[in-house]
């Protein structure tokens, strides 16, 4: 028969085991360049991403080192984060799918889905925008960047659990895909724009006001362990050069929710 401090004992044994399990590591990647709004993201991003970590034991690194992109770097790591960009290089590339074939998690944000041939970032990665994230090339955006009502699409998913059936977003540059997302059985869309939204944007151009249409703007894999959030895309005092920060994506409690918890899903063995 066990004694009391060996019950003790036990429980507390078990207990630690399970938070040893749920202990994952993280790393971010981003390039921070050119556009000012990408560049702001990214450092909110590292700070908050930093401090959900200590507060929900994990590990959180960054770089903007995409040679790191490698398999004996990544083998550090469970989750991969692409804050503003994707790799370039054919064996970051093959590194990154071998990451995910392999069991490996993903988080992307905003421009890491864009790509638009022709531009700087052309649609040359067809594993990436067609099959894996799904949406092919980028199709047209709203601006100026400004709050949504986001609509839940799915009640079961560990992501959106924790969070009401719509909400208001923190100010986004909303994007349209070339593809539709409902069309591909792989894909399950977490989050949509809801009707409440219309019209979305000031313009000053008439096409970057949305008027109607479904517009996805969180979805998963169902092949592999990921979510792409098209937030991250803070606003900026373009019009007098200040470069000022108008607007941040992080701090609103609802859509900080929904992040955390589609990492400590992404992040987690159950």
Known sequence: MKTTSSLVFTFLLTITSLKSQDRFNVVGFFTARNDQAHI???????????????ENHFRYDSTNDWNNLNDKFLSQYQ??????????????????QHFMDSGGAWMGFHFSGFALTPSDFPQNWNWYHNEFIGAGQYKGNTWRPTSAILKVEVRNHPAVKNIPKTFKSSPNEWYSWELDLRNNKNIEILLSIDQSSFPLGTGPKLHEIWHEGYYPVAWTNKNYKMIYFNMGHNDIDYEHH??????????????????LDALLWLGRKN
Do not use: C, Y
């Open 242 to 259: 200040s470069n000022k920060e108008l607007s941040f994506t992080f701090g609103n409690s609802v859509q900080d929710r929904l992040i």
């Open 79 to 96: 989750v991969v984060v692409f804050l503003d960009t994707r790799p370039e290089k054919l064996e970051q590339r093959k590194a990154f």
């Open 40 to 54: 702001s993201f990214v450092h909110e991003a590292n700070k908050w991403f930093s401090l959900m970590a200590k």
